[in-house]
C-alpha cells in the first residue's frame, strides 16, 4: 500500500472548508449538531436518500444533487459504502473526506479482507485527501469547521496549538482539558491509510493562528515524512510536543547484546525526536503543560528559573521538583538582594526559591515591589505559586490583587512569566484563561509544571540534520535468519576497517606439550607479548560465566587457563592492553523502525550497573559524537580526573567514526555491532571484545 504525500493546498481545502457535505444517520447527525453549536458559518449539506431535512437543513439525496463540489465531507455510513462515496467525491474533484468506519487494516486479525478493502479505499481516494479510516475526523477552532461526531470541549478561538493523533479518544480526552490551553485544531488520522499524522502536522504549522503542535504517536510511519515535519517546524520557528508511547517488540527479538538490553527501540524512537528537533513527553499532562508553555512563549531558551511563593513548605517543594526535573533556580544576585531587602525587610531570609511570606499579601504596592526586585535578573521563567481557593466555598479576591503585582511587575521583563497552581484542581479555568489572554503561563500540578518547563527549554534548532540512514531492505528479518561471528572473526573484520584490536592468536590445550622441564607449543613458540588473556570462544558474555582470565604471564599460568577455561576446546589469546583509563561500551544495532543506533556508554563488566549510556541515530558527525561522550557521567575519565592522564580523545573520536563507517558499510545486512569494553588509554582506543551479528549468507572479508 503506498500514499502519496497529501498536504498543502489539498489538505488546507478539506480542513478549512467552506463548504461540508455530511453522510449518514445519527453520527451525521451529530456532526451538523456540532457545527452549529460552534457556530459554522459556511454551507452545512446533509446527504440522506430519504430524509427531507435533518437539523432544520434541507437533505440532498446524493452527491450529485448538491448545489456544488463540497470543500469536505463527512462519511457516517459502514466501509463498503465509504468506499463507493470516496470514488464518487474524488471524481467530483471534492477537497477530501473524513471516513468514520472501521474494518479496515486494523481489523486484519479479525477479517482477513480487511486489507484489500483499505487499498480499494485508497485507490478510490486517487489524489483527493481522506482522513482514517477508522476515525471521528478532526475539529477546527479557528474557522469553526468540524467534521466531528461526538461531544468535545473544545471551543472556538483565534490562535492556539494543533493537537494530531492517531486516536479519537484521547483526542476527545485533550479537548476536556480545564487547563486553559487554548485548542486550534485536533486532527485524529486513524489509520493513516492516505494522510498521515507527519502531514497533518505539517499543514497545521503552516497556519500563522497555530502557535505549536502536540503529537500523540503510537507508530511513526514513513520516517522521512517525520524528518521533513521537523525542517519544516524549525524553519517557521515552531515547537513540537510529542508523547510517544509503545516499544517496538520485534527489535528486542533479534537484539542480544548489552546494548540491545540498555538501548532497545525505544531509546531509538527518542534518539529520533531529538534528532528532528522534537520534544518528547512521557505523559499526557505533561505534554499540556509544555504546549501551554510553547503557545504563549514559543518554547524557553533555557532552564533558570525564578521561584516565588509565601510558604517555607511551597519553597522547598519547588526546589526538590524543579531539581529532579532538571530546572535550575541561581542564587540571587546583588541587585535582587537589594531591592529584596528593601521591599521584605529583615524578617525574610532571601533565596531562590523565595517564601516572602505573608506580611504583604493583598498590599499591591508591596507586591510589585518585591516582584520587580525578583525579576532583577536574566532567569528564563519566573513562577509564581498561587493555590487558589475553592470557588464554591472561598473568596479568592485576593489572590487576583498578586496577581496583578506580578503582571505589572514583569510587564517588560524578558523572561517568561508563569503563574503555577501546585494541584491542578487549584487553578479555575477562568483563571487559567485569563492568564494565557495577559500573556502569563497558567501552569498546574507541581511535577508537572517542571517538567514542562524542562521540555519547554528541550527544544534545539535542527535545520542542518542529515536524514538517519535506512537500510535498503527496510524491513525486520526473524531471528533464524541471523547469525553471530565469532569474536576471531569479528575483531579480524573490526581490524581490516582501521579499528585497533590486539594481537591475538587461537589455541588449545593440545597445542602444548610438557617435557618435565617447561611448557612448549608443538608448532611455533607464541608470539604474543606477555601478560596475555585467554578466553572462551563459546560465551556471548564471558566475564559473566568465567570464560575470561587476565594477567597471563607466564606458559604455566597459560596452561592452566587453557585447562580451565578452554577443556580442551580452542580459546582465543590476545595481548593485554594495559594502563587502560577508561572502558567504554559502543553499539550500533539495527532498529525496525528508525535504522541504526549507535550507543556509547561506561563499559565493562558494570555496564547494566551503571547505567550510564546516550544513543544517537547514523550517521553522526564527529562534533555529535565529542558531545555524546561529554554527556556521560564518565567523561571526567575521559577527560583526565584528579590529576590524572585522560584518554586520547582525538584517538577515540577516531575510531567512533571508523566503527560508524564500518556498520554502515553493511548496513543492508548488520543486525548488531558491540565493543565492549572499548579500551581507552592516553595513546589509543582498543577493542577489547566484540560481537557481530548479521543476515546469514554474508561473506565477510575477513581472511
Given at each position: 500500500?503506498?500514499?502519496?504525500?497529501?498536504?498543502?493546498?489539498?489538505?488546507?481545502?478539506?480542513?478549512?472548508?467552506?463548504?461540508?457535505?455530511?453522510?449518514?444517520?445519527?453520527?451525521?447527525?451529530?456532526?451538523?449538531?456540532?457545527?452549529?453549536?460552534?457556530?459554522?458559518?459556511?454551507?452545512?449539506?446533509?446527504?440522506?436518500?430519504?430524509?427531507?431535512?435533518?437539523?432544520?437543513?434541507?437533505?440532498?439525496?446524493?452527491?450529485?444533487?448538491?448545489?456544488?463540489?463540497?470543500?469536505?465531507?463527512?462519511?457516517?455510513?459502514?466501509?463498503?459504502?465509504?468506499?463507493?462515496?470516496?470514488?464518487?467525491?474524488?471524481?467530483?474533484?471534492?477537497?477530501?473526506?473524513?471516513?468514520?468506519?472501521?474494518?479496515?487494516?486494523?481489523?486484519?486479525?479479525?477479517?482477513?479482507?480487511?486489507?484489500?478493502?483499505?487499498?480499494?479505499?485508497?485507490?478510490?481516494?486517487?489524489?483527493?485527501?481522506?482522513?482514517?479510516?477508522?476515525?471521528?475526523?478532526?475539529?477546527?477552532?479557528?474557522?469553526?469547521?468540524?467534521?466531528?461526531?461526538?461531544?468535545?470541549?473544545?471551543?472556538?478561538?483565534?490562535?492556539?496549538?494543533?493537537?494530531?493523533?492517531?486516536?479519537?479518544?484521547?483526542?476527545?480526552?485533550?479537548?476536556?482539558?480545564?487547563?486553559?490551553?487554548?485548542?486550534?485544531?485536533?486532527?485524529?488520522?486513524?489509520?493513516?491509510?492516505?494522510?498521515?499524522?507527519?502531514?497533518?502536522?505539517?499543514?497545521?504549522?503552516?497556519?500563522?493562528?497555530?502557535?505549536?503542535?502536540?503529537?500523540?504517536?503510537?507508530?511513526?510511519?514513513?520516517?522521512?515524512?517525520?524528518?521533513?515535519?521537523?525542517?519544516?517546524?524549525?524553519?517557521?520557528?515552531?515547537?513540537?510536543?510529542?508523547?510517544?508511547?509503545?516499544?517496538?517488540?520485534?527489535?528486542?527479538?533479534?537484539?542480544?547484546?548489552?546494548?540491545?538490553?540498555?538501548?532497545?527501540?525505544?531509546?531509538?524512537?527518542?534518539?529520533?525526536?531529538?534528532?528532528?528537533?522534537?520534544?518528547?513527553?512521557?505523559?499526557?499532562?505533561?505534554?499540556?503543560?509544555?504546549?501551554?508553555?510553547?503557545?504563549?512563549?514559543?518554547?524557553?531558551?533555557?532552564?533558570?528559573?525564578?521561584?516565588?511563593?509565601?510558604?517555607?513548605?511551597?519553597?522547598?517543594?519547588?526546589?526538590?521538583?524543579?531539581?529532579?526535573?532538571?530546572?535550575?533556580?541561581?542564587?540571587?544576585?546583588?541587585?535582587?538582594?537589594?531591592?529584596?531587602?528593601?521591599?521584605?525587610?529583615?524578617?525574610?531570609?532571601?533565596?531562590?526559591?523565595?517564601?516572602?511570606?505573608?506580611?504583604?499579601?493583598?498590599?499591591?504596592?508591596?507586591?510589585?515591589?518585591?516582584?520587580?526586585?525578583?525579576?532583577?535578573?536574566?532567569?528564563?521563567?519566573?513562577?509564581?505559586?498561587?493555590?487558589?481557593?475553592?470557588?464554591?466555598?472561598?473568596?479568592?479576591?485576593?489572590?487576583?490583587?498578586?496577581?496583578?503585582?506580578?503582571?505589572?511587575?514583569?510587564?517588560?521583563?524578558?523572561?517568561?512569566?508563569?503563574?503555577?497552581?501546585?494541584?491542578?484542581?487549584?487553578?479555575?479555568?477562568?483563571?487559567?484563561?485569563?492568564?494565557?489572554?495577559?500573556?502569563?503561563?497558567?501552569?498546574?500540578?507541581?511535577?508537572?509544571?517542571?517538567?514542562?518547563?524542562?521540555?519547554?527549554?528541550?527544544?534545539?534548532?535542527?535545520?542542518?540534520?542529515?536524514?538517519?540512514?535506512?537500510?535498503?531492505?527496510?524491513?525486520?528479518?526473524?531471528?533464524?535468519?541471523?547469525?553471530?561471528?565469532?569474536?576471531?572473526?569479528?575483531?579480524?573484520?573490526?581490524?581490516?576497517?582501521?579499528?585497533?584490536?590486539?594481537?591475538?592468536?587461537?589455541?588449545?590445550?593440545?597445542?602444548?606439550?610438557?617435557?618435565?622441564?617447561?611448557?612448549?607449543?608443538?608448532?611455533?613458540?607464541?608470539?604474543?607479548?606477555?601478560?596475555?588473556?585467554?578466553?572462551?570462544?563459546?560465551?556471548?558474555?564471558?566475564?559473566?560465566?568465567?570464560?575470561?582470565?587476565?594477567?597471563?604471564?607466564?606458559?604455566?599460568?597459560?596452561?592452566?587457563?587453557?585447562?580451565?577455561?578452554?577443556?580442551?576446546?580452542?580459546?582465543?589469546?590476545?595481548?593485554?592492553?594495559?594502563?587502560?583509563?577508561?572502558?567504554?561500551?559502543?553499539?550500533?544495532?539495527?532498529?525496525?523502525?528508525?535504522?541504526?543506533?549507535?550507543?556509547?556508554?561506561?563499559?565493562?563488566?558494570?555496564?547494566?550497573?551503571?547505567?550510564?549510556?546516550?544513543?544517537?541515530?547514523?550517521?553522526?558527525?564527529?562534533?555529535?559524537?565529542?558531545?555524546?561522550?561529554?554527556?556521560?557521567?564518565?567523561?571526567?575519565?575521559?577527560?583526565?580526573?584528579?590529576?590524572?592522564?585522560?584518554?586520547?580523545?582525538?584517538?577515540?573520536?577516531?575510531?567512533?567514526?571508523?566503527?560508524?563507517?564500518?556498520?554502515?558499510?553493511?548496513?543492508?545486512?548488520?543486525?548488531?555491532?558491540?565493543?565492549?569494553?572499548?579500551?581507552c588509554t592516553e595513546h589509543e582506543a582498543i577493542v577489547a571484545d566484540a560481537i557481530l551479528r548479521v543476515r546469514s549468507g554474508l561473506q565477510l572479508p575477513i581472511s
Amino acid at each position: 500500500m503506498t500514499r502519496a504525500i497529501t498536504h498543502g493546498v489539498a489538505l488546507r481545502r478539506l480542513v478549512q472548508p467552506k463548504s461540508i457535505a455530511v453522510f449518514g444517520g445519527s453520527w451525521a447527525i451529530s456532526v451538523i449538531e456540532q457545527c452549529q453549536k460552534m457556530g459554522y458559518t459556511g454551507e452545512l449539506w446533509p446527504v440522506h436518500p430519504t430524509k427531507k431535512t435533518i437539523c432544520g437543513l434541507r437533505c440532498y439525496t446524493s452527491i450529485d444533487s448538491l448545489p456544488s463540489v463540497p470543500d469536505a465531507s463527512f462519511l457516517g455510513v459502514n466501509r463498503n459504502e465509504t468506499i463507493k462515496l470516496v470514488a464518487q467525491l474524488s471524481n467530483a474533484n471534492a477537497g477530501g473526506a473524513v471516513c468514520f468506519a472501521s474494518g479496515f487494516s486494523e481489523a486484519v486479525e479479525e477479517d482477513a479482507n480487511a486489507a484489500a478493502l483499505e487499498q480499494a479505499l485508497l485507490d478510490a481516494a486517487g489524489d483527493m485527501p481522506i482522513l482514517g479510516p477508522n476515525c471521528y475526523g478532526f475539529i477546527n477552532c479557528v474557522d469553526k469547521a468540524l467534521l466531528w461526531p461526538d461531544q468535545h470541549g473544545a471551543v472556538a478561538v483565534e490562535r492556539g496549538v494543533a493537537l494530531v493523533t492517531q486516536s479519537s479518544n484521547i483526542a476527545i480526552n485533550l479537548t476536556m482539558q480545564t487547563r486553559g490551553l487554548p485548542i486550534a485544531y485536533v486532527f485524529t488520522a486513524g489509520n493513516q491509510t492516505q494522510v498521515s499524522v507527519a502531514q497533518l502536522a505539517i499543514t497545521a504549522l503552516d497556519d500563522e493562528r497555530v502557535t505549536a503542535v502536540g503529537l500523540h504517536i503510537e507508530g511513526f510511519g514513513d520516517i522521512r515524512e517525520f524528518e521533513q515535519l521537523g525542517r519544516h517546524a524549525a524553519k517557521l520557528g515552531k515547537r513540537i510536543v510529542a508523547l510517544k508511547v509503545g516499544k517496538t517488540a520485534a527489535a528486542q527479538l533479534a537484539l542480544k547484546s548489552h546494548t540491545s538490553s540498555l538501548a532497545g527501540s525505544d531509546a531509538a524512537a527518542d534518539a529520533f525526536l531529538s534528532r528532528i528537533g522534537i520534544t518528547r513527553v512521557h505523559s499526557l499532562s505533561v505534554f499540556l503543560e509544555t504546549l501551554k508553555i510553547n503557545h504563549v512563549s514559543g518554547g524557553l531558551n533555557g532552564t533558570n528559573m525564578l521561584s516565588m511563593s509565601c510558604s517555607g513548605g511551597e519553597a522547598c517543594l519547588m526546589g526538590d521538583a524543579a531539581h529532579a526535573s532538571g530546572v535550575s533556580v541561581p542564587p540571587l544576585n546583588e541587585d535582587q538582594l537589594t531591592a529584596l531587602r528593601d521591599a521584605l525587610g529583615p524578617r525574610v531570609a532571601l533565596a531562590n526559591p523565595l517564601d516572602y511570606h505573608t506580611y504583604i499579601w493583598n498590599d499591591h504596592d508591596a507586591l510589585k515591589a518585591m516582584f520587580s526586585g525578583m525579576l532583577n535578573s536574566n532567569a528564563h521563567i519566573a513562577v509564581l505559586v498561587l493555590d487558589f481557593p475553592r470557588t464554591d466555598r472561598c473568596n479568592y479576591d485576593s489572590w487576583l490583587v498578586a496577581i496583578d503585582a506580578f503582571k505589572v511587575a514583569g510587564a517588560n521583563w524578558t523572561g517568561q512569566l508563569a503563574v503555577l497552581a501546585s494541584l491542578p484542581e487549584n487553578l479555575p479555568e477562568s483563571i487559567a484563561v485569563q492568564l494565557m489572554n495577559d500573556g502569563i503561563v497558567p501552569l498546574t500540578g507541581l511535577d508537572d509544571a517542571m517538567c514542562g518547563i524542562a521540555a519547554a527549554a528541550a527544544a534545539h534548532s535542527v535545520s542542518d540534520y542529515t536524514d538517519v540512514h535506512l537500510p535498503s531492505n527496510h524491513v525486520f528479518v526473524e531471528p533464524v535468519n541471523i547469525v553471530s561471528l565469532s569474536e576471531s572473526d569479528a575483531k579480524l573484520w573490526l581490524s581490516k576497517q582501521g579499528i585497533h584490536v590486539p594481537a591475538s592468536t587461537e589455541l588449545s590445550l593440545a597445542d602444548i606439550v610438557d617435557n618435565n622441564q617447561s611448557d612448549q607449543f608443538v608448532a611455533e613458540p607464541i608470539r604474543l607479548s606477555w601478560p596475555v588473556v585467554v578466553k572462551s570462544t563459546d560465551s556471548l558474555h564471558k566475564s559473566d560465566t568465567g570464560g575470561v582470565q587476565l594477567g597471563i604471564e607466564s606458559y604455566p599460568q597459560l596452561r592452566s587457563a587453557l585447562e580451565t577455561i578452554g577443556r580442551g576446546e580452542v580459546c582465543l589469546i590476545e595481548e593485554q592492553v594495559e594502563s587502560v583509563i577508561c572502558e567504554l561500551l559502543v553499539g550500533v544495532v539495527r532498529d525496525p523502525v528508525h535504522g541504526f543506533l549507535m550507543t556509547i556508554g561506561a563499559g565493562g563488566v558494570q555496564t547494566e550497573l551503571l547505567q550510564d549510556t546516550v544513543s544517537a541515530l547514523l550517521p553522526l558527525s564527529e562534533s555529535s559524537l565529542t558531545d555524546m561522550l561529554k554527556s556521560l557521567r564518565c567523561y571526567p575519565l575521559i577527560e583526565g580526573y584528579r590529576s590524572k592522564p585522560g584518554c586520547n580523545q582525538e584517538q577515540l573520536i577516531k575510531a567512533l567514526m571508523l566503527i560508524q563507517k564500518a556498520a554502515l558499510s553493511i548496513a543492508d545486512d548488520l543486525y548488531e555491532l558491540e565493543m565492549n569494553p572499548l579500551l581507552c588509554t592516553e595513546h589509543e582506543a582498543i577493542v577489547a571484545d566484540a560481537i557481530l551479528r548479521v543476515r546469514s549468507g554474508l561473506q565477510l572479508p575477513i581472511s
